[in-house]
Structures are given as C-alpha cells and as structure tokens.
C-alpha cells in the first residue's frame, strides 16, 4: 500500500532553514507527481510547492517562491522540502502528497515551528 513518512520538522527561529524529507513506498515513485502541503493552526491545508514526476519542473506557492526549494531522488523515493528564511507565519505541519488512482495519500505530517 501507498506509504508517505515525513521528517526534519522541529522548532527554528525566524531566518532559519530546515530541510523535509519524504520517504515514499508501495507505489512507482519515478512515475508520480509529489506535492507538498502545510495546514497550520486554524486554517486550510494548502499547497506548499510540488514536482513532477521526473523532477524537471517545480511549483511554488507565491508565499515561499525564492525560499523554499522542492526536490527529489528517484532512486532513493525521496522527495524533499529544504526551506530557508523561514518565517513565523511558515509554522505549520507539513504533509507530503501523492495522488495515485485518483485517490489522495497523506502522510502523518510533520511540524515546523519558527518562533524566537
């Protein structure tokens, strides 16, 4: 079955980096766009940036463009989030993403919180 792990959240203050990691199982990793996602307190889970399945073309949302950078290693079925600057409003939990068979799969989320 389809398997997403998070990790690398923790507390970082303001300015800070962290670097995500997903691993993913259970499924053809180099075929499938990854997406990541964050939800923080009292808000709608909403779109972080994502890749395609080759990894040669990237999204971001206009929030973290220039901060955050998404990758990913085929051979290893990792994607990754490393994110630099970071900013209080960035605290979130942070979910990995993959869509297979029209059916969503979500990781258990890992939280990222920037605070002084």
């Known amino acids: 079955q389809v398997q997403l792990v998070e990790s690398g959240g923790g507390l970082v203050q303001p300015g800070g980096s962290l670097r995500l990691s997903c691993a993913a199982s259970g499924f053809t990793f180099s075929l499938a766009r990854m997406t990541w996602y964050r939800q923080a307190p009292g808000k709608e889970r909403e779109v972080v940036a994502g890749i395609s399945a080759t990894g040669g073309s990237t999204n971001y949302a206009d929030s973290v463009k220039g901060r955050f950078t998404i990758s990913r290693d085929n051979a290893q079925k990792m994607v990754y989030l490393q994110m630099n600057s970071l900013k209080p409003e960035d605290t979130a939990v942070y979910y990995c993403?993959?869509?297979?068979?029209?059916?969503?799969?979500w990781g258990q989320g890992t939280q990222v919180t920037v605070s002084s």
């Open positions: 993403n993959v869509v297979r068979a029209m059916n969503n799969y």
